[in-house]
């Protein structure tokens, strides 16, 4: 596993209208590639295995609309599994608060908010007719107003990032996705910092939030599995700078 990257002390904070960097990095666009011939060589094989040309034809189609549409959902579909709700009116006012202020100092769009009600203190992000930002019940509760920050600063910092869509992508072919690399962690953490300006508020959150598993975990703020770089190393990076 690649260690925290080099940031140099008094880190500005991130220019939002530079160009940004590709999509995807080299390793994810071969991945993708080669996923992308497997999908076509299965498509091949089904051909073969139906006699007739038409019927063939057909199950392709098929296959192609319901994968496309299987991907253009994945955020609705996350959000659903996660129970996560609108906010009442005047629920969180907050949350509102603070998601508006930052957006509005980085000059990104306001995603929706979503209310999980769960016991454990986490947040999510994905896309879903425009960026959405989920935080659960027990966050709004259990957090201080700084560690919510540095969650709301990371949730916006990866809506905005190359990082968001390969996430989904995972979450929606789980079992296809064991080569990507961490896609949550270290530059997401030094950039929300770089926002925030407060590193002890981070490093409370990512300590105090409670892991998720299961297959939308690379949507997470904090999780298990290969998606995450281990909150030891996310605490330390954050520490060094």
């Known amino acids: ?62 296959f192609i609309f319901g994968l496309g549409i299987s991907l253009g959902t994945s955020g609705r579909r996350a959000l659903l599994s996660a129970q996560a709700r609108r906010l009442k009116e005047h629920e969180h006012p907050r949350l509102a608060n603070l998601v508006g202020g930052l957006a509005k ?72 996705a064991g080569p990507l690399r961490p896609m949550v962690g270290f530059d997401d953490d030094i950039r929300a910092v770089a926002v925030t300006k407060y590193p002890p508020g981070m490093i409370a959150a990512i300590r105090k939030a409670a892991s998720r598993s299961g297959r939308h975990q690379p949507l997470w703020f904090v999780a298990d599995g290969r998606w995450h770089n281990p909150r030891e190393q996310r605490t330390a990076a954050i520490e060094d700078l």
């Not at 140099?8 to 390793?27: N, Q």
């Not at 306001?110 to 994905?126: S, Y």
């Not at 201080?144 to 995972?170: P, Q």
């Open 1 to 62: 596993m690649t260690g925290p990257p080099k940031i140099e002390r008094g880190s500005k904070l991130p220019d939002w209208d530079a160009p940004r960097r590709p999509t995807v990095t080299a390793a994810e666009a071969i991945y993708l590639l080669a996923l992308g011939l497997l999908i076509l060589v299965f498509l091949f094989l089904l051909g073969l295995t139906v006699r007739d040309e038409g019927t063939g034809i057909t199950l392709v189609l098929f």
């Open 105 to 176: 100092d980085l000059g990104v769009p306001a995603p929706k908010l979503r209310i999980i009600e769960d016991e454990g203190a986490n947040a999510m992000v994905c896309r879903s007719g425009g960026p959405v930002i989920a935080v659960t019940d027990e966050l709004m509760t259990t957090f201080t107003r700084t560690e919510i920050e540095a969650v709301v600063a990371h949730c916006l910092v990866r809506l905005n990032s190359r990082g968001l869509r390969m996430a989904m992508l995972a979450s929606e072919l789980v079992f296809l």
